[in-house]
T-cell receptor, first 116, second 115 residues
Framework: NAGVTQTPKFQVLKTGQSMTLQCAQD?????MYWYRQDPGMGLRLIYY???????DKGEVPNGYNVSRLNKREFSLRLESAAPSQTSVYFC???????????????FGDGTRLSIL | AQSVTQLDSHVSVSEGTPVLLRCNYS??????LFWYVQHPNKGLQLLLK??????LVKGINGFEAEFKKSETSFHLTKPSAHMSDAAEYFC?????????????FGSGTRLQVQP
């Protein structure tokens, strides 16, 4: 079982370049998420998709866009990369999203992104 | 809205001694609580979760956590640390709000295990 797969694992960009981070899950989960992790700040939600065909903003959505391509795949796009977006990005999935949901999230291994 | 505070950013123990990682939460409703572990250059892995069925929750790798509503705490413990336990640990609270407010992460506790 692969679980949640993220590509690429590492990337270096120049300021102003664009890039799409890919995420796929093979657990037939309905909900998918993109987080960024910065030192001393835990994980912060960028965008999420409660189910196929829907997306919504999280805590820190500015500078990002997402696409829920199908039930398996959820991509994150940086249109014009900035140094402040240097971070580790994690994709996660869970069976359900919503009120009273206690479903845990399953995480990929992350994409380490540096923007010069 | 819910929040979570991990009281120690770093904890260092000797191999074979007990581990205590402290977490306090706030939530307007009965929350779901999780502990995740992150090993270097890896994603987060679920250790255990509390969902109101029992106040003492057992997880993987010998970890357990006790939910104490009166103290709004959900501390993670292990009787005897192993070198492989060295990692970062995150306490996570999930309240009834949907979407972006649903899952709140603590800032993490880095556990060092000395030989």
């Amino acid at each position: 079982n692969a679980g949640v797969t993220q590509t690429p694992k590492f990337q270096v960009l120049k300021t102003g370049q664009s890039m799409t981070l890919q995420c796929a899950q093979d657990m037939n989960h309905n909900s998918m998420y993109w987080y960024r992790q910065d030192p001393g700040m835990g994980l912060r939600l960028i965008y999420y998709s409660a189910s196929e065909g829907t997306t919504d903003k999280g805590e820190v959505p500015n500078g990002y866009n997402v696409s829920r391509l199908n039930k398996r795949e959820f991509s994150l796009r940086l249109e014009s990369a900035a140094p402040s977006q240097t971070s580790v990005y994690f994709c996660a999935s869970s069976e359900l999203e919503g009120f009273w949901s206690n479903q845990p999230q399953h995480f990929g291994d992350g994409t380490r992104l540096s923007i010069l | 809205a819910q929040s979570v505070t991990q009281l120690d950013s770093h904890v260092s123990v000797s191999e074979g001694t007990p581990v205590l990682l402290r977490c306090n939460y706030s939530s307007s409703y009965s929350p779901s609580l999780f502990w995740y572990v992150q090993h270097p250059n890896k994603g987060l892995q679920l250790l255990l979760k509390y969902t109101s069925a029992a106040t003492l929750v057992k997880g993987i790798n010998g970890f357990e956590a006790e939910f104490k509503k009166s103290e709004t705490s959900f501390h993670l413990t292990k009787p005897s640390a192993h070198m492989s336990d060295a990692a970062e640990y995150f306490c996570v609270v999930r309240g009834p709000d949907t979407g972006r407010r649903a899952l709140t992460f603590g800032s993490g506790t880095r556990l060092q295990v000395q030989p």
